[in-house]
């Protein structure tokens, strides 16, 4: 019996989280050095319906009927096999590693679920259309992040740069010059609910004000994909650094992260800003080529606990 296998890249937000929940566009991109990789195979020798789930990454080892129904993971086979109308999984075991920072901003969650959801289709004879493995994982996303805009199950799902609008059709991005992304980690974890809970919080409290400031992140990111689509990289650097200081208007940066941005200016950064949810997590900087080794171990030095080097070529 062959083992099914398939694999998931990580995702950034260049430029829009958070506006991008209340309906202004946000742009992201796979990064495909780290991934999540998930293997199922049969194991004919079990009980009939027995499930084995392994993560080592999260230490967990376990049955599918010991898993909590509220886990990500059980939703990711319930919704999986009610899409195909089966009532349960042959005896199988499901292997999940990655190497995708957890709850970093990374989409390390989605893409669990979409590396979960094309293996296992894949096993039960019923590969998925890439359009019906993004909505199952959005539906999944509701258990991560509370009220996804569904940027992350976009972008991995495709592996393509996007320009997201929440519930308007997919637009990819693409760019004439590629350009290099430093992906620096604060070493904090910083679940994505908890910040996109405070923000709506925030607005229900003072909707203008917050309105006011997606709007002004939705033009900056107006602005950075028409530089994006032109190959004009420099400009980028200065729309970068407009999106954090909105992000530090809305409450989502960190000491850290404002340190670690500042860090990456003043050595050969063209922008630097948060992405993802924010509070922890990473940041991005934006480098050209010559500047790339600099900037890196200055923020190693200040601290990144892990920096990543990614060429968006969109
Ligand atoms: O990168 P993450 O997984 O932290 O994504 C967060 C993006 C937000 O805009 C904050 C939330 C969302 O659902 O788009």
């Not at 939703?75 to 005896?91: D, G, S, V």
């Not at 992040?145 to 320009?163: A, K």
């Not at 530089?227 to 530090?248: C, F, T, V, W, Y």
Request: proline share 7%; aromatic share 4%.
């Amino acid at each position: 019996m062959p083992a099914f296998t398939a694999t998931a890249p990580a995702k950034i937000i260049l430029f829009g989280e958070h506006a991008v929940v209340y309906g202004q566009p946000a742009i992201a991109v796979p990064v495909s050095k780290v991934q999540t990789r998930v293997m199922v195979s049969a194991t004919p020798l079990a009980k009939p319906g027995e499930v084995r789930l392994q993560s080592p990454l999260v230490g967990l080892d376990t049955t599918l009927p010991q898993l909590d129904p509220a886990h990500p993971l059980a939703k990711t086979i319930a919704a999986l096999l009610e899409h195909l109308k089966i009532a349960r999984l042959p005896a199988c075991s499901i292997r999940i590693s990655s190497n995708i920072p957890v709850a970093a901003g990374m989409g390390s969650g989605a893409a669990v679920t979409v590396a979960m959801l094309r293996a296992l289709s894949a096993f039960l004879g019923h590969p998925l259309a890439d359009e019906t493995v993004s909505a199952l994982a959005f539906e999944v996303e509701k258990v991560h992040h509370g009220t996804p805009s569904g940027i992350d199950n976009t972008v991995i799902t495709y592996r393509r740069g996007v320009y997201f609008v929440k519930g308007q059709p997919i637009q990819f991005l693409t760019t004439p010059r590629a350009f290099t992304i430093l992906i620096a980690d604060t070493g904090t974890p910083s679940p994505t609910s908890i910040t996109v809970g405070e923000v709506r919080k925030a607005w229900q409290t003072e909707p203008a004000r917050y309105e006011n400031i997606f709007e002004r992140i939705g033009q900056i990111v107006h602005q950075a994909r028409k530089s994006i689509e032109n190959g004009a990289i420099k400009p980028l650097g200065r729309l970068m650094d407009e999106n954090h200081s909105q992000l530090q208007e809305l409450g989502v940066s960190s000491p850290k992260l404002d340190q670690l941005v500042e860090v990456a200016r003043r050595n050969g950064a063209l922008g630097a800003k948060l992405s993802g949810g924010g509070r922890g997590g990473n940041l991005i900087a934006l480098v050209e080529s010559d500047q790339e080794e600099l900037a890196a171990s200055a923020l190693r030095e200040a601290g990144a606990v892990n920096v990543i080097a990614t060429q968006v070529g969109i």
